[in-house]
């Protein structure tokens, strides 16, 4: 199984609901992983299974706390919750005081979310979302066990000069070294969250960009911007979710995922399997 990571770099808002459409739209089981060490989002934003809210207190801090005494993969699923709809996540930390007490354990975790793959209560991919990330943040070290780390940037040209760079940096020293590297594709992507009249534009904008920077990244798609849809997906307004365009906008971001990395490191039904 494959540990997706999701980032943003000062300014750049939309990971966490990035993180969680793609999650959704997933074409095998997915684990939503909060591990920005800033703290998490989705216990203020998100509904429970139960129709309650998501217990703060079962999550990466309480997995930090087992791991102190070793960490067995499957042990991850002692400490995730299910989400109205089904989702599983493993929730963040409530604050980014307690980053504190998950010192030592990033580079663990991101070798323990690639073993899910092999876990006898579940296997899952992991889709993570770390939050603002620089090479200096602490869920830099689970970046070796990355298979494709996605920049997450708005539309405003300061959002997209910071991405670029980011990127650039990225692509000259890539995230975990070569067993993150895929042979003949970026292990960086740019995912652009924006209005969806201006996608395809945009997209070929930023690709210029990258390109004059001499990044090794590439745009691989565009998430709708739909409060409407965020705020059905995450369990706050009823009506259908699957017909959003937040929704609608994941499916195809995961189709172009497959295509562009599919033969390199997915196994298994690709994303029209079941929809």
Request: charged share 20%; aromatic share 2%; glycine share 12%.
């Amino acid at each position: 199984m494959t540990l997706i990571a999701l980032a943003a770099d000062k300014g750049a808002p939309g990971v966490t609901t990035t993180a969680l459409a793609l999650s959704a739209v997933w074409p095998r089981r997915a684990l939503l992983a909060e591990v920005d060490p800033a703290g998490g989002d989705l216990v203020y934003r998100n509904v429970a299974a139960h129709g309650g809210a998501l217990d703060p207190n079962l999550g990466l801090l309480s997995l930090a706390a087992t791991a102190r005494r070793g960490l067995v993969a499957e042990q991850v699923w002692d400490h995730v919750q299910p989400m109205s709809g089904g989702l599983d996540v493993l929730v963040g930390l409530g604050t980014s005081e307690q980053a504190a007490g998950v010192s030592g354990l990033w580079a663990t975790l991101g070798r323990a979310f690639v073993e899910l793959g092999e876990s006898p209560r579940g296997a899952a991919d992991v889709i993570a979302d770390c939050g603002r990330l620089g090479m200096d943040s602490p869920a830099a070290e689970l970046l070796a066990d990355v298979s494709v780390l996605l920049l997450v940037s708005g539309p405003e040209p300061e959002q997209l000069a910071r991405v670029r760079d980011r990127a650039a940096a990225l692509s000259a020293q890539p995230p975990g070294g070569p067993r993150a590297a895929v042979p003949g594709v970026p292990s960086v992507g740019v995912l652009l969250v924006a209005e969806p009249s201006r996608a395809a534009r945009l997209a070929g904008e930023v690709d210029a960009m990258l390109r004059r920077a001499q990044a090794r990244a590439q745009v691989i798609g565009t998430i709708a911007r739909d409060p409407v849809g965020a705020a059905r997906l995450a369990g706050r307004r009823g009506g259908r979710v699957d017909r959003t365009l937040l929704i609608r906008s994941a499916r195809q971001v995961v189709r172009d995922l497959y295509r562009r990395y599919g033969a390199a490191w997915l196994r298994g039904p690709g994303p029209e399997a079941g929809r």
